[in-house]
């Protein structure tokens, strides 16, 4: 079935440092790729996101990438600080069209050391 | 006030008891979705909702059921729990008249089965 595999399940820096996490995905008709931070106690929220017809996008210090041929894409965050420290998922939508079903990676606990 | 709320927070529960989790959400969105997360597990999608007359099984439906009471209201049943049920469980809502498939999520309930 669908699948979103996601490396590596935990990620040390220390802080100004960058940390990169990758996803695969083996649904050829996902279209939209999006990556949620989840604090301690709190739900995931969304950071960022990119679709299908774009290869890279990116917002202050968080920037994504796709590979559509090779079916991953990857969330890369510099300058890391301290506040950056939570779960990292990254999701891939399930099937072509407007299904809105997201299929999630396993979560990548971040850590930035001060 | 919480765009998605889910209650109850936390829960703990007998073996073999039934118990309902709730959510409601004042974003508007038509789509409604119920996930559950475990630790290495990631995010896994138990049932979701296009809209009031529109249910659906995820990957992880067995042992649960939903009802969709309004467009607003969301809830996740599991008729007799068992202790594999132990989860953080995640109620989200996305927004299909806009093109926008990013879910807000809830707080999350802690649900434990003794």
């Known amino acids: 079935g669908e699948n979103v595999e996601q490396h590596p399940s935990t990620l040390s820096v220390q802080e100004g440092d960058s940390a990169v996490i990758k996803c695969t995905y083996s649904?050829?008709?996902?279209?939209?790729f999006p990556w949620y931070k989840q604090e301690l106690g709190k739900g995931p929220q969304l950071i960022i996101d990119?679709?299908?017809?774009?290869g890279e996008k990116k917002d202050q210090r968080i920037a994504v990438t796709l590979n559509k041929t090779a079916k991953h894409f990857s969330l890369h965050i510099t300058e890391t600080q301290p506040e950056d420290s939570a779960v990292y998922f990254c999701?891939?939508?399930?099937?072509?069209?407007?299904?809105?079903?997201?299929?999630f990676g396993q979560g990548t606990t971040l850590q930035v050391k001060p | 006030d919480a765009d998605v709320t889910q209650t109850p927070r936390n829960r703990i529960t007998k073996t073999g008891k039934r118990i309902m989790l709730e959510c409601s959400q004042t974003?508007?969105?038509?789509?409604m979705y119920w996930y559950r997360q475990d630790p290495g597990l990631g995010l896994r999608l138990i049932y979701y909702?296009?809209?009031?007359?529109?249910?659906n099984k995820g990957e992880i439906s067995d042992g649960y059921s939903v009802s969709r009471q309004a467009q607003a209201k969301f809830s996740l049943s599991l008729e007799s729990a068992i202790p594999n049920q132990t989860a953080l469980y995640f109620c989200?809502?996305?927004?299909?008249?806009?093109?926008?498939?990013?879910?807000?999520f809830g707080s999350g309930t802690r649900l434990t089965v003794v």
């Open positions: 989200a809502t996305s927004d299909s008249y806009r093109l926008n498939y990013g879910y807000t």
């Open positions: 909702s296009f809209d009031v007359k529109d249910i």
């Open positions: 649904d050829s008709a996902s279209n939209y």
């Open positions: 974003k508007g969105h038509d789509r």
């Open positions: 999701a891939a939508s399930s099937g072509s069209g407007n299904t809105g079903k997201l299929i």
């Open positions: 990119i679709r299908s017809n774009v």
